[in-house]
């Protein structure tokens, strides 16, 4: 069952930027587009374990600042040549507010 | 005994038809050559991006005093010949006379002047010559307004350049659409909206009536009464042939100079090339032809029979970001059919003209990549009827196959043109590349190709690449990243010409093929722009890489380094305790000296970042940019306050110079060292900018590096003066900035444009030097500032922090 909780304000976000949320299982790095959808991903790139969240973001893809693995948001996927895929969860944005599906973050495998 | 050959006017045609006949024959004429302008050859083509600042006259010189020595010729150049006497076959000039065996006229052409009211006035220029490209650069034309009569090839090109010196344009033409002779209707108008994009005005079907002023040109008057103020009026109506000196002679002249298809003229030891002759009715403007009688006459001055046949030509307008080509005949007629594509939204425009099944007739405006191709087809006559469903979609939709230029290339006859400027095909290139030329410059110096006006220089790579496979590496990439086919160079030169001044505007106006670029391509575009535009560009943080957005060096864990900024690498007792109190406070798990003699503070957390900014502040310390594309390290040694073989203060000029240049951006990191002497202990001879002191002053070197790389400095400048030693780094830097492709350091720079270049500017040419001196200043009194200030207040602090916490939540 879905259950979004409200994050923060769409501002907090940088555009074309993430800020991160915490979780007992490790951070999840909410991102910001150009044209202000957001995405929610694992902060930790499966490669060496870089911060996305540092990433340049472009389009709906974020290239890993440690060695330029570059990820659709979408999906998770790598892209190009490297194999790879980290977790995505749900986010939206609502009134200028950004909602996480609490039900799908880490904390309820840890529980 | 050796014949003698006289050459009157040294052009672009006869500087060609000299360098075949030295190929062929160097030893069977004693050469003399003529010329009224001062100067010998040089590639009038390119006289546009001169006049719009993008070159200068050395870059476009296509013949030095040195070659001309080499091959013997003697130079009379500045004296113009007055007269010719055929029957004592001697030519005379004010000053002296010259004995001939064969004569060659080459004397070009001249600008029409409209017979108006007003058109001797100071002001009134035409577009011609090197002098007349001056005339227009001196009149400091920035900010003024210029009128430019002629909206054909030559005057749009005036107008563009002018424009991009920043000159209020307006260009007046007579028929209803610019360059009616090349393009039709639709394209000029597409022409006319792109020029007026630019904040060019055009006023087509307009007729100039007078220009008015007193003393010097004011304004235009036209026709129908519109008055155009003028500081500088442009006259670029056409041109017709020089044939003054001929028509005295008594040789046959209809418009041009009567020659046969060996180029003869009605006196079998009189010839005649260029824009000055007349051809079975034809006269010729465009240079292709032009390098073709060249070609046919040096071979008649060796005896041998040769016959000149003008072909087709295409024309391309030289103006920056304007993409237009032109060939054959577009006119209406009985029996053509036409093959139109349109996509207004991206201003593009493509038309073919059939008769017969074959193309005749080629117009494209916005997206000109497959001319070449379509233009092949034309020459070839080829049958088009199979593939007509998609002719006009290019060469990549025949066969259904996917868009590779490499087959495209691959499928080219070996007589497909490649250089249009120089009438260079396939076959000439791929037989200099298989008799050992594989690199571009050995290509270009052995077959001219993209030698003139280079748009064609990818397709001569794509030639190379295709005829060397693997063994062929360009000499730099050719485009910028995956996102655009611009190439870092082009998109430096796009943004000064076309103003550009944002991330968005560079994407949406040259084409980026990705919504948001990417992460090459961003803090590249970042840069550019923050370099061109200081007063008026904002500085982007998200095209920023992750070092220079948090401004601490990212390490393997995610933590961050923290580095503090100590003049010329001199620190005092107490900034050593604040920093020892920061690495205490913030559990830095280690200290270490770096190589440039500052202290590197390691492992710390993001969050902790401002925290220890704001303490280090306190201490006065500042951001040692350790992380940035910017000035990194001033390294010294001590100097001669305490060493005892120390010249100068070789401490002091390194703080000096560390307090100058910090925090300025830069396509790379720069590091500085300053040694008192030459034992050098600072290792100045290795960094980017190296001084080395000694007894009588500073020896300046420049461009060394000690990484992926190592390699000593080159010598750039000795000065006696500390303050001179200061204001040439200051310039070479400012140069780098304005220069560089983005990620590459000063070693590779120079590498590319030749210490010479380097020299000539930062050293020789002071009024240069201190201009680059004040625009480095003015970019650095907006982007001189310690980052850890802006970021150590309250309301920042929170930013760097998680935006939520679920943790708490997960251990109730």
Not at chain 2, 686 to 714: H, P, R
């Amino acid at each position: 069952m879905t259950q979004f909780v409200d994050i923060g304000a769409l501002e907090d976000i940088p555009v074309q930027g993430a800020r991160l949320v915490r979780t007992a299982q490790g951070c999840i790095a909410v991102f910001r587009t150009a044209d202000d959808r957001v995405f929610a991903l694992d902060d930790r790139c499966p490669h060496k374990g870089g911060p996305l969240s540092e990433g340049i973001v472009h389009g709906t893809s974020v290239t890993c600042p440690l060695h330029n693995w570059v990820f659709d948001m979408n999906t998770g996927a790598a892209q190009g040549a490297d194999d790879g895929q980290v977790g995505t969860y749900p986010a939206r944005v609502e009134g200028g507010r950004v909602l996480l599906d609490a039900s799908a973050l880490p904390r309820h495998s840890a529980a | 005994m050796k014949k003698k050959l006289v050459i009157i006017g040294a052009g672009m045609a006869s500087g060609r038809m000299l360098e075949h006949l030295f190929d062929a024959a160097p030893d069977l004429y004693d050469v003399t050559l003529f010329n009224e302008e001062p100067r010998g050859n040089y590639n009038r083509l390119m006289l546009s991006p001169v006049l719009s600042g993008e070159k200068t006259y050395e870059e476009i010189v296509t013949h030095d005093a040195g070659w001309y020595e080499t091959h013997g010729v003697t130079c009379r150049f500045g004296e113009p010949v007055v007269r010719i006497d055929r029957e004592a076959k001697v030519v005379h000039t004010n000053y002296r006379s010259a004995e001939y065996d064969a004569l060659v006229i080459a004397t070009g052409s001249a600008p029409f002047i409209i017979p108006v009211v007003g058109k001797e006035l100071p002001g009134v220029v035409t577009y011609r010559d090197l002098e007349d490209t001056h005339a227009m650069i001196d009149a400091g034309i920035a900010g003024k307004d210029a009128v430019v009569i002629g909206g054909g090839l030559l005057g749009l090109e005036a107008a563009a350049g002018m424009a991009a010196r920043g000159a209020s344009v307006t260009v007046i033409h007579l028929m209803d659409h610019l360059m009616e002779r090349q393009l039709d209707p639709a394209a000029g108008y597409l022409l006319k909206k792109d020029l007026e994009s630019r904040g060019i005005k055009v006023h087509c079907k307009g007729a100039t009536k007078a220009i008015l002023g007193h003393e010097r040109a004011e304004a235009v008057l036209l026709e129908d009464g519109t008055v155009y103020p003028a500081d500088l009026v442009c006259m670029a109506v056409g041109i017709r042939p020089e044939t003054r000196i001929a028509v005295d002679a008594k040789l046959e002249v209809e418009r041009g100079i009567t020659v046969d298809d060996s180029m003869r003229t009605t006196d079998p030891s009189i010839f005649a090339l260029g824009e000055c002759v007349e051809h079975r009715q034809q006269l010729f403007g465009l240079v292709a032809p032009l390098y073709d009688q060249a070609r046919v006459l040096a071979q008649t001055l060796q005896g041998e029979a040769a016959e000149f046949r003008p072909v087709q030509t295409a024309t391309k307008l030289k103006v920056t970001g304007c993409d237009l080509f032109s060939a054959g005949d577009f006119a209406d007629g009985e029996g053509r059919e036409d093959i139109v594509f349109r996509d207004p939204g991206r201003g593009i425009y493509k038309r073919l003209v059939l008769k017969d099944n074959r193309i005749i007739g080629i117009v494209m405006y916005g997206d000109t990549a497959d001319g070449n191709w379509f233009y092949g087809l034309l020459k070839d006559g080829t049958d088009v009827s199979e593939m007509r469903d998609t002719l006009i979609f290019g060469p990549a939709f025949q066969g259904g196959g996917a868009p590779d230029p490499m087959a495209a290339v691959a499928a080219l006859p070996p007589e497909a043109e490649i250089c249009g400027c120089n009438g260079i095909c396939k076959g000439q290139i791929v037989e200099a590349v298989q008799g050992g030329a594989t690199s571009l410059d050995a290509v270009r110096a052995q077959t001219k190709a993209s030698g003139s006006c280079g748009t064609c220089t990818g397709l001569v790579e794509q030639v190379m690449q295709f005829t060397l496979g693997d063994d062929f590496t360009a000499a730099a990439p050719a485009c910028m990243c995956g996102c655009t086919d611009h190439s870092h160079e082009d998109v430096r030169r796009l943004i000064k010409s076309m103003g550009l001044k944002s991330i968005p505007a560079v994407m949406q106006e040259l084409g980026w093929k990705t919504p948001g670029g990417c992460h090459s391509c961003r803090p590249a575009l970042n840069f550019y722009l923050l370099a061109e535009w200081p007063t008026e560009y904002r500085d982007d943080r998200q095209s920023r890489f992750v070092n220079e957005r948090n401004h601490a060096n990212i390490q393997k864990d995610g933590t961050y380094s923290v580095v503090p900024r100590m003049w010329g690498g001199v620190t005092t007792p107490a900034e050593l305790r604040a920093i020892a109190d920061a690495a205490d406070k913030y559990d830095v798990p280690m200290v270490k000296v770096t190589g440039g003699q500052r202290i590197d503070l390691l492992g710390v957390s993001k969050e902790d970042l401002p925290h220890m900014w704001a303490d280090l502040n306190e201490a006065g310390l500042v951001s040692g940019h350790a992380y940035s594309k910017g000035l990194r390290t001033v390294k010294t040694c001590v100097g001669k306050d305490f060493c005892r073989f120390g010249t100068q203060d070789s401490t002091g000029l390194g703080i000096r110079l560390e307090k100058l240049l910090w925090g300025s951006w830069t396509p790379h990191k720069v590091k500085l060292g300053v040694s008192g002497c030459p034992r050098n202990c600072a290792e100045a001879t290795c960094k980017d900018v190296g001084v080395v002191c000694v007894d009588s002053g500073y020896n300046i070197s420049v461009a060394g590096a000690a990484g992926m790389e190592v390699k000593e400095t080159e010598h750039l400048a000795s000065t006696p003066s500390e303050d001179e030693a200061v204001e040439i780094i200051t310039a070479f830097i400012q140069l780098y900035r304005e220069n560089a492709k983005y990620l590459d350091r000063p070693y590779k720079w120079v590498a590319k444009v030749g210490l010479d270049w380097v020299i000539e500017r930062v050293v020789d040419d002071l009024a240069g030097r201190q201009a680059l001196v004040e625009r480095f200043e003015l970019s650095q009194s907006v982007y001189r500032k310690d980052p850890w200030a802006a970021h150590s207040t309250d309301r920042e602090r929170a930013k760097w922090a998680p935006m939520a916490d679920f943790t708490l939540e997960a251990a109730e």
